[in-house]
């Protein structure tokens, strides 16, 4: 995933690192794409990406498009996706309570057009990042290259599928579908339709924090304006666990002189030795393919190394029963710390770092427990938990044994859920 501030370039080094990646036997010709085991895949997601035009293809809105051998080009247009996919949704509801009673809410879900949908938080780019999902996991293309430029904020676009699945769950939480489709036959293909939405937006939420699958590719420019915006990215993407592999500081098309900048990015990121700098020459104005192949961005694989909150480690540190203390902890960059707000809501911790907020699902260990405190020094964020005596298991209250135990990522020590 190639993403950064717009007029960064960001298109332009996507485009460049697609091309980068092709074995140099496959950048002849452009062959057809039925019955072929092709080797990258472009997408981009801006509406008006200047990329088809760039690559010299037609623009094929939802259809992946040859632009070399070893290349496809697939322009996807967030209308198009959100239309079609809310008409075949009110289709099925409207054949399903047909001639039947049903819950005012389904009548209501039926009659909303699919132009209203962009009113739903998060449908929208549930959407876009779904299709994206459903073409790296196709199995037609050894990579996926994701222009991430042109939706406004990245990292709000990745984080859409965690605020619908929350918007589902206030809408019609699940326990109380789950008990109206017992209830009611005529509801249970709309349960299970609703389920599905839910388990998705849990799978693209899991997918692009995935080390093993993704490796994020931050693209700056070296002007003040650049300078000042890397270090709340850099921040934010260790709130939200994007796996980072590489901060590319390009010159752009004035080649202006991008060694400060790359410096001080280094500095920022300290002894991350996952995340690699690198400077990008300009090739002049990069307007077309012959241009952009003249660019090399050859750009990390994923490291297989979890990052930022997704590498997060819970200790016991003292204590017992209720008098248990717990800490969490991750690295945690922080450009402004006056800036940190931390909350709680149900099982998740609320943290906003550089004005944005991301919630990060509390190991179950802790679901039982309120938050004591909080610190923030040499970039790592302790927030510290003891039980709540309400509803922390009788049997553990007074158990024998002081000593601390530890957990790292999603595993979770041996303690009462």
């Known amino acids: 995933m190639v993403l950064g501030p717009g007029g960064s370039g960001v298109s332009v080094l996507a485009a460049a690192a697609a091309l980068t990646g092709v074995p140099s036997s496959q950048r002849g010709a452009v062959l057809p794409i ?15 990406s200047p990329v088809p035009s760039w690559l010299g293809v037609y623009r094929v809105p939802g259809e992946p498009v040859p632009v070399t051998s070893g290349v496809d080009l697939l322009h996807v247009e967030h209308l198009d996706v959100i239309e079609q996919a809310w ?13 039947r009673s049903a819950l005012p809410v389904v009548g209501t879900l039926a ?13 929208a780019e549930f959407l876009l990042l779904r299709r994206v999902r459903d073409a790296a996991t196709s199995g037609r293309w050894r990579r996926i290259v994701v222009d991430v430029s042109g939706v406004g904020d990245p990292f709000a676009l990745l984080r859409a599928p965690t605020v619908l699945s929350a918007a589902i769950e206030r809408m ?11 209830e009611k036959p005529v509801l249970a293909q709309l349960s299970a339709a609703v389920e599905g939405i839910d388990r998705d937006c849990q799978d693209l939420a899991d997918l692009f924090t995935d080390p ?28 939200t666990a994007l796996p980072l592999r590489s901060v590319l500081v390009s010159s752009g098309d004035r080649d202006r002189p991008t060694a400060d900048t790359a410096e001080m990015v280094r500095g920022l990121l300290g002894d991350v030795d996952d995340v690699r700098v690198q400077e990008v020459a300009s090739a002049g104005v990069l307007d077309r393919l012959a241009r952009i192949r ?44 006056e800036r940190l707000r931390l909350g709680r809501s149900g099982d998740d911790l609320l943290v906003a770092v550089a004005g944005f907020r991301h919630p990060v699902r509390l190991p179950s260990v802790l679901r039982r427990c309120r938050v ?35 957990t790292t990522g999603s595993a979770e020590p041996d303690l009462p859920e």
């Open 34 to 48: 039925a019955g072929q085991q092709r080797d990258t895949l472009l997408i981009t997601l801006d509406a008006r």
């Open 87 to 99: 008409t075949e949704f009110t289709a099925a509801l409207a054949a399903l309570t047909a001639g």
């Open 111 to 123: 009659s909303i057009a699919s132009g209203e949908l962009t009113d739903l938080p998060g449908a």
């Open 172 to 182: 019609w939480p699940r326990a109380t579908r789950l008990a109206q489709a017992g």
């Open 212 to 239: 093993h699958s993704v490796a994020a590719h931050l693209v700056i420019d070296p002007s003040e304006r650049g300078r000042r915006a890397v270090a709340d990215l850099v921040a934010v993407a260790d709130l």
């Open 294 to 337: 003249k660019v090399s961005v050859p750009v990390p694989a994923p490291s297989g190394r979890p990052y930022g909150s997704g590498a997060l480690t819970v200790a016991k540190l003292a204590g017992d029963g209720v008098d248990t203390v717990f800490e969490l902890k991750w690295r945690q960059r922080m450009p402004e710390p």
């Open 372 to 406: 004591s405190g909080a610190e923030w020094a040499d970039d790592v964020l302790r927030v510290r938990f003891t039980p709540n005596a309400a509803v922390w298991p009788a049997g553990r209250r007074h158990t024998g044994g002081a000593g601390a135990s530890s």
